[in-house]
């Protein structure tokens, strides 16, 4: 979820590596509590015992109470950036700096907790360095012998702190991937080497800008985008060798590993046998993919073809097209159906249909001249669901079903049903605070059934529980699946563990057959499903693994747990302790050692 970002250095701090100019007075900035800092450095606390605890499974929805304030810090964790490779700044690069300093202390400082770096940053989302392929501690249990090839979890992790307003979707790509061989586990955590990275790394600042927080107004919108004016005319970046930031998903489809972003093409990746992680680079696919792609492409595991699409703020607000077994992407099929800009973060795929939600999030200029974001609920939209086949060649037979109060960021699966579409997908309850207020957002799982003959659309809720981020076997992708395990909010985005759904019941009633809570202070990430026997056609659906990375906030350290789908507590079959902590992220892909090989 990175569309258009970029990153900050905070002109509150001093860093050696970066140029030396005058501080702005911190007293400058309205509601932020002064700070006189000379020198800090990341201390990660020596590592204790991490539980992970059952609790049984509430079918009770869950109360909201107000959110805290934004927590006093001290300062942010800072970071000291290697010298080499970054040449002595030019006087254009020194008089823009100093011209960002002067928007983010005096025209659009961080005032709202979403967009305040000292609260966005705090505890476990603060970025870390990289970290070379690194020997893990397996402190419980054992790694199972089917467990063979790599999980590689994506986040947000920028590469410079803040100097302005940050949201939690603008950092720097950085891939967590812990190798898995013969019961041992290697960590290694490494930046995707995207175009905004390596200028960036180079010059030793910010360059770009990022629209999710930098963009509220026209006063800050007139001066960042005309900084960014300069700063392109002046040879400081090329906005067409992209400006995306890869930094919420990965993808394997054609042979090759991708981290994706939707503001930009996909990045490749090597995984390199000692378990590092190499960017190869931006991939077009031979040219044929000159624009954005979603960060959420399908995989069909029966025929190896990959769907994908792309949406943007001008007309064809949304492109759908596919690539084949090989990797060769196939024409786009534009949709122009979609009458407005949309943000389409997900979508669904059966046998016959790809299916897209035009949900109450899309661009809002109004928003922008009163100060709010470009990108913004519009509240008196009405949701829809667009199936169009997924081979067709043309928007001929696309059809639009309006779903009222059904606005989807995530979809979990969808498969044909006679002469029905059953979509499966998490329900964002209060849409209007999917980019404001994360911890106030409720997403409900509901099942959506759309009759093809009739135009009928019914739908109904499958839990209570505030839950997201889900997964399922992914050999079932686009078909008929049983078993869903998603993430449990407390609030969003923290994760405070997993609940399997059984999403076959008949009865309207709380669908959550199986339960594992992390303890408290502990939080994790997106599940991810490892099947035992992936071969197998007679293997059970649940028959595997649940892994995701977990970080205990009171002792500081992060473990790495392997959890047995099958069984109602979600048993935990390994525990590997991380030689340092894993921040909080997005998504995760696990690569089989034979898939590594073939990269």
């Known amino acids: ?110 005032l709202r907790s979403s967009v305040d770096p000292r609260y966005v940053l705090s505890q476990n989302f603060a970025p870390v360095e990289e970290l070379p392929p690194t020997e893990c501690e397996v402190t419980d249990g054992s790694l199972p012998p089917w467990l063979d090839g790599a999980y590689i979890r994506n986040g947000p992790n920028p590469q410079f702190l803040p100097r302005g307003p940050y949201h939690l979707f603008d950092g720097d790509g950085m891939l967590h991937s812990i190798r898995i061989s013969q019961g041992r586990a290697i960590l290694c955590s490494r930046y995707v080497k995207t175009y905004k990275y390596t200028i960036e790394r180079r010059a030793g600042s910010p360059i770009l800008p990022n629209v999710f927080s930098g963009f509220n107004g026209l006063t800050a919108s007139a001066a960042r985008g005309a900084l960014s004016a300069a700063r392109i005319l002046t040879g400081q970046f090329n906005p067409v060798n992209g400006i995306g930031l890869a930094n919420t998903s990965l993808a394997l489809f054609g042979g090759r590993l991708y981290a994706l972003g939707e503001s930009d093409l996909p990045y490749s990746l090597r995984l390199k046998p000692d378990g590092d992680i190499e960017t190869l680079g931006r991939h077009d696919f031979d040219g044929k993919l000159v624009m954005s792609m979603t960060a959420h492409p399908k995989v069909d595991p029966e025929t190896g073809e990959a769907f994908a699409f792309r949406y943007g703020p001008v007309p064809p607000f949304l492109t759908y097209f596919r690539f084949d077994a090989q990797g060769r ?46 990108v913004g609920t519009v509240p008196n939209k009405v949701p829809r669901l667009g199936i169009i086949p997924r081979y067709a060649k043309d928007e001929s037979e696309m059809r639009w079903f309006n779903v009222p109060g059904f606005n989807i960021v995530h979809s979990i699966n969808a498969w044909d049903e006679e002469d029905a579409i059953i979509m499966v997908a998490p329900n964002i309850l209060s849409v209007e605070h999917t980019l404001e207020r994360l911890d106030m957002i409720h997403a409900s799982v509901e099942m959506v059934r759309i009759d093809l003959k009739t135009g009928m659309v019914t739908r109904h809720p499958l839990s209570t529980r505030n839950l997201d981020f889900a997964v399922i076997n992914p050999g079932y992708v686009g078909k008929k699946n049983k078993y869903v395990y998603a993430a449990v909010g407390n609030p969003m985005p923290k994760i405070s563990g997993v609940v399997k759904l059984d999403v076959s019941q008949t009865e309207r009633k709380e669908c959550i057959v199986g339960s594992r809570m992390y303890g408290p202070g502990c939080y994790g990430g997106e599940p991810f499903f490892v099947a035992r026997e992936p071969d197998n056609p007679e293997a059970e659906e649940d028959d595997g693994y649940i892994v995701s990375y977990v970080h205990d906030e009171k002792s500081g350290e992060s473990k790495f747990l392997v959890m047995d789908a099958k069984t109602p507590n979600l048993d935990i079959v390994a525990a590997v302790r991380l030689p340092r902590r894993v921040p909080y992220g997005f998504h995760g892909l696990f690569v089989r050692e034979r898939d590594i090989k073939g990269l």
């Not at 490779?85 to 100093?98: D, H, M």
């Not at 534009?334 to 899309?362: C, M």
């Open 1 to 110: 979820m990175d569309a258009f970002s970029s990153s900050f250095l905070s002109s509150t701090f001093t860093f050696p590596s970066l140029t030396t100019r005058p501080p702005i007075a911190p007293s400058s900035l309205p509601q932020i509590p002064s700070l006189n800092i000379s020198a800090v450095r990341i201390e990660e606390k020596q590592p204790q015992s991490l539980t992970a605890e059952t609790s049984s499974q509430s079918s009770t929805t869950q109360v909201h109470k107000p959110p805290p304030p934004p927590p006093r810090r001290a300062a942010l964790p800072t970071r000291n950036i290697p010298k080499k490779g970054a040449a002595e700044p030019s006087l254009p690069v020194t008089i823009f700096n100093a011209l960002d300093d002067v928007i983010n202390n005096f025209i659009d400082p961080p």
């Open 329 to 374: 992407k196939q024409p786009d099929v534009p949709i122009f159906s979609l009458t407005s800009p949309s943000f389409l973060h997900d979508f669904g795929i059966t046998k016959k249909y790809a299916i897209f939600a035009d949900i109450q999030i899309g661009m809002n200029p109004v928003e922008m001249v009163t100060g709010g974001s470009p």
